[in-house]
């Protein structure tokens, strides 16, 4: 929050909401809410800037209209958890990121405006007795001058470090981190499948992993045509996590001992962000977030993107009634978006989070191949944000139960280290 005195004159016309950030789950909501005829306004550094990262997402798991974004999607999809490749017989998409922006904005009313500034607070104004009569400011810098927004709700889209959101018990016991360096490049001999994308292969070409949490990694890879590649070494969760030069190392050292290094890099990736965020509680948090910012990064997989395409309309839709009835905005929109059942449900990830934080990193292999055996329904759900607590803590059991006892013992005991949160998935698996 700044203390920078606040212009009188606005820097533009009131709106019925203000997002703050143009990533793809800003946009996503922005399009919704437009779309329902709201006047919205998105503000962000750089609101017409391409989405930089690398976006991957299941392709049933994408809404039907975001599938026509796709730069790839691979059939032959396979993981390598021991010398063979298991293939997962699950379509996955490489996402275009200009073609996704294109449709989302396609997809926005008329009212939707994105200005290029920073916000830097917000502030509900009390005229009345509730949250909603008076709305809300909102101040920042736009264009390097002081600027002031005022619209009837305010909602925190700005990534994994949220710029308006307190949210003081995010992330519990610290920070576990998704860190992962990748190129694009063009090759002499294939690094990975041709034709295919390679969700994990955990193989070590390049000797055996470090015993150290720097060691647990994968490579992530896609095949992008003729003799290019994506290629990604990745740490799934850890913490503290590889480094960026860890991560670097070993790419290149895989890479090598394949005999597969890189003929020419054409543009490389640094990928860092929190897996284990818990939900904002309701009612704390003064405006609604959406996307990274309200926890919306899946704790197993790392995945967002497709869920906050998926979430956007049902949460546009409880906040224009919202405002259209004239009760609280925010509150209906945490609700949407955080119902009772889907913060169980992430009280059991986060357990596996803590299960899989406690597992030697030579385990890892291991644990996927048993992951991966489970019937398809089974894991296509436990990655999915929408699972219901009941089945997820019924998958652990059945994954705890067909492991191997090297990964089931680190397992027992993350379990026991977190005994409250085990019970209630015990709960919830007894009642679904
Ligand atoms: C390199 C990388 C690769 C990833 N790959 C995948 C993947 O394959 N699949 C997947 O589902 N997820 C992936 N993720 C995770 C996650 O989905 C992404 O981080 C995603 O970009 C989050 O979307 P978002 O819209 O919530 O936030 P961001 O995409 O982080 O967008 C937030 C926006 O807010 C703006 N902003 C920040 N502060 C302010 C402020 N004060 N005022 C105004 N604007 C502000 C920023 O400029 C930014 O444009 C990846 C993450 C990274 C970092």
Do not use: K
Request: charged share 15%; glycine share 8%; aromatic share 8%.
């Amino acid at each position: 929050m700044t203390d920078a005195p606040l212009p009188t004159g606005l820097s533009g016309p009131p709106t019925d909401a203000l997002i703050v950030g143009a990533g793809p789950a800003g946009l996503a909501l922005a399009a919704e809410l437009s779309a329902r005829g709201l006047s919205v306004r998105v503000t962000d550094p750089a609101p017409h800037a391409p989405f930089p990262a690398t976006y991957g997402a299941w392709w049933d798991d994408l809404p039907v209209w975001a599938r026509d974004c796709a730069a790839h999607t691979w059939a032959d999809v396979r993981v390598h958890t021991g010398p063979q490749p298991t293939p997962l017989l699950r379509p996955y998409t490489l996402l275009d990121n200009a073609a996704l922006r294109a449709a989302l904005l396609g997809r926005a009313g008329p009212g939707l405006t994105l200005t290029a500034a920073r916000v830097d607070g917000a502030a509900v104004r009390m005229d009345g007795a509730t949250r909603t009569a008076g709305g809300w400011t909102a101040w920042g810098t736009q264009a390097g001058t002081p600027a002031r927004w005022e619209a009837r709700v305010v909602i925190d889209a700005s990534g994994h470090r949220p710029a308006l959101l307190r949210h003081p018990d995010r992330h519990p016991d610290g920070a576990a981190l998704q860190t992962a360096y990748g190129i694009v490049a063009t090759f002499d001999r294939p690094p990975s499948a041709p034709g295919a994308a390679v969700w994990m292969d955990y193989r070590t070409p390049h000797g055996d992993p470090p015993t150290d949490r720097r060691g647990a990694t994968f490579l992530y890879a896609m095949h992008l045509g003729g003799n290019r590649y994506f290629v990604e070494e990745t740490s799934l969760i850890a913490r503290p996590a590889p480094t960026r030069q860890d991560l670097q190392a070993r790419l290149h050292a895989r890479l090598r001992a394949q005999g597969t290094p890189p003929r020419e890099i054409i543009s490389d990736e640094w990928v860092s962000f929190p897996m284990n965020t818990a939900p904002p509680a309701a009612g704390v948090g003064s405006v609604l977030a959406f996307g990274a910012a309200a926890g919306l990064v899946h704790p197993i997989s790392g995945f967002q993107v497709s869920g906050a395409l998926r979430d956007a309309p049902a949460v546009a839709d409880a906040t224009a009634r919202a405002l259209r009835d004239g009760r609280d905005p925010v509150q209906a929109g945490w609700d949407a978006l955080w119902p009772p059942e889907r913060r169980a449900a992430r009280a059991v990830h986060l357990l596996g989070v803590q299960a899989l934080l406690n597992l030697p990193p030579r385990a890892l292999p291991a644990f996927f191949a048993a992951f991966f055996a489970l019937p398809p329904a089974r894991w296509h759900a436990f990655l999915d944000p929408r699972t219901p607590p009941g089945p997820l803590a019924r998958t652990m059991l059945r994954l705890f139960a067909h492991a191997p006892a090297h990964v089931r013992l680190p397992l027992a005991r993350a379990a026991l280290r977190h005994a409250g949160t085990s019970l209630h998935a015990l709960n919830a698996a007894a009642r679904s």
